[in-house]
């Protein structure tokens, strides 16, 4: 199984980024979707998930009306699109995966299984 971010990068104030998570060897549609984020010294938040089909999704107050969830199934893809960017959303984003069935999305960290590698994302005030 693989996991694959990218689309980070530096942005000023405001601006927008789009974040890909491509998976790889396993049934993606079967699979929920987090996105996470870390800042060095700190603990890992969960900030953005979506369901197996894409009917379900959930966001952390942080970035809720800022950031959108989607995910392309025919191409074993999850975006986060992140608008109205902040200072306060620099951080290093991780895309994680786990086995979703019904019932309510997981959204702590240790919920799930397979993570990637992280993309960094700076944003300059």
């Known amino acids: 199984w693989q996991l694959v971010e990218s689309g980070g990068g530096l942005v000023q104030s405001g601006g927008s980024l789009r974040l890909s998570c491509v998976a790889s060897g396993f049934n993606f549609d079967a699979y929920a979707i987090g996105w996470f984020r870390q800042v060095p010294g700190k603990k890992r938040e969960g900030i953005s998930y979506i369901s197996g089909v894409g009917d379900v999704t959930n966001y952390a107050d942080s970035v809720k009306g800022r950031f959108t969830i989607s995910r392309d199934n025919t191409e074993n893809t999850v975006y986060l699109q992140m608008n109205s960017l902040k200072s306060e959303d620099t951080a290093v984003y991780y895309c994680?995966?786990?086995?979703?069935?019904?019932?309510?999305?997981?959204?702590?960290?240790?919920?799930?299984?397979?993570w990637g590698q992280g993309t960094p994302v700076t944003v300059s005030s």
């Open positions: 994680a995966a786990e086995y979703y069935a019904y019932g309510s999305l997981p959204r702590l960290e240790n919920e799930y299984t397979y």
